[in-house]
């Protein structure tokens, strides 16, 4: 890693934030030229907003509810990170679809992982899609996120073989290892300014 300035990350959560966690423990480590400037969930009883305190990271809850529309939610959610000065967004596990506000905030910084092999098994539960269609190989993406679900272009993805004898919940798990891989590695080879997009292709230099 060079001496590059950190990019601010701004990263949304909903649940247990073990993605979260890699991207933290990366940035600590100084495998990354980046760094959590806030974490955000609508969920407050998220676990992830637990683990970005321990961290001393900024963590705020934003709950839908409280919020006449989806642009207003997303409004309050755009203030948060340009107060915390986030260059990036970054989905990990947010559990909600992205709307205009917060994609013409951010055009072309905003990304997400997703447990599958895209295009195939966009979409909840990915992981038990793929296993229950009885796929040899599944694994995980990274991509930009647009208007429509799991569809962005992309920028990585691991292939994770299925075994003979597993099972929804251990192909889960080993997915998950590697997500926790491609993450952090999506978002250095952004810092460092080597990713571009051209239509639906993602061009690494
Ligand atoms: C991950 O499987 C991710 O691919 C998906 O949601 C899950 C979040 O897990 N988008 P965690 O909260 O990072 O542990």
């Keep these: 890693m060079s001496a590059r300035k950190k990019i601010a990350l701004g990263v949304l959560v909903s649940g247990s934030g073990t993605n979260l966690q890699a991207i933290i423990d990366a940035s600590e480590s100084g495998k990354i030229d980046a760094r959590v400037a806030v974490v955000i969930s609508d969920v407050p009883s998220a676990r992830a907003l637990e683990r970005a ?7 705020v809850a934003i709950e839908r509810k409280d919020f006449d529309s989806k642009k207003s939610f997303e409004e ?20 909600r679809i992205i709307g205009e506000t917060l994609l013409g905030s951010y055009p072309d910084r905003i990304i ?11 979409g909840l539960d990915a992981q038990k899609q793929a296993f229950d269609y ?72």
């Design 134 to 205: 009885g796929v040899k190989v599944s694994g995980a993406t990274v991509h930009f996120v647009d208007d429509k679900t799991d569809h962005g272009p992309i920028i990585c993805q691991k292939a994770v073989e299925v075994k003979e004898d597993d099972t929804a919940e251990a192909l889960k798990e080993r997915i998950l290892e590697q997500e926790h891989r491609i993450y952090p590695a999506a978002i250095q080879l952004i810092a460092e300014g080597r990713v571009s997009i051209e239509g639906r292709r993602v061009i690494i230099k």
């Design 53 to 59: 305190r321990k961290h001393d990271t900024a963590a």
């Design 76 to 95: 309050r959610i755009v203030t948060t990170l340009k107060e915390h000065g986030c260059e990036l967004v970054c989905l990990a596990g947010f559990m």
């Design 112 to 122: 997400n992982i997703h447990p599958a092999l895209l295009p195939s098994f966009p």
